[in-house]
């Protein structure tokens, strides 16, 4: 093979003892470790039927088998929660008056941002499966369920 050899990944990064190296891993949480109690609080800037929704989601999540809502989701379900009252409000009224163009735009951008959020929070499919892999390749196993039980004997 002709050309200069590709420098090694230790010499890019600069060399770091073991030492360091074991002490920074031992530093970090690993996957699924909890770090803390989880806030399940309703947020004082939800009123009336954004509260209901943020409720109906909170509930969600914790019968979800591999809980995905963590405090950093907090402002993307505060958005969720916002989203999906206007966007309710919206197709009633677009239901009574379609021919509203004004309405017909929030219902669309509206239903465009839930799309978005609902995947920022895991809740379609596609992205609990991408998570679920991301999982598998960190050597991350869910918990056993009765199926599993059943196969092993």
Not at 82 to 109: C, E, G
């Amino acid at each position: 093979m002709a050309g200069r050899r590709p420098k090694a990944v230790e010499d890019i990064k600069g060399n770091r003892s073991v030492d360091e190296l074991t002490a920074r891993k031992q530093s970090q949480p690993t996957t699924g470790e909890a770090i803390g109690a989880v806030d399940y609080s309703v947020p004082p800037s939800l009123e009336g039927d954004e509260i209901a929704k943020w409720n109906e989601m909170i509930a969600l999540f914790k019968r979800m088998r591999n809980c995905t809502y963590d405090d950093v989701d907090k402002d993307t379900l505060i958005n969720y929660c916002k989203s999906w009252v206007r966007f309710i409000k919206a197709d009633r009224h677009y239901q009574a008056n379609p021919t509203d163009k004004d309405n017909y735009k929030v219902l669309m951008d509206n239903a465009k941002l839930l799309a978005k959020l609902k995947s920022d929070l895991m809740l379609d499919p596609f992205s609990r499966i991408k998570a679920g892999n991301l999982l598998f390749q960190n050597g991350h196993r869910p918990d056993k369920d009765k199926v599993d039980d059943f196969l092993e004997g």
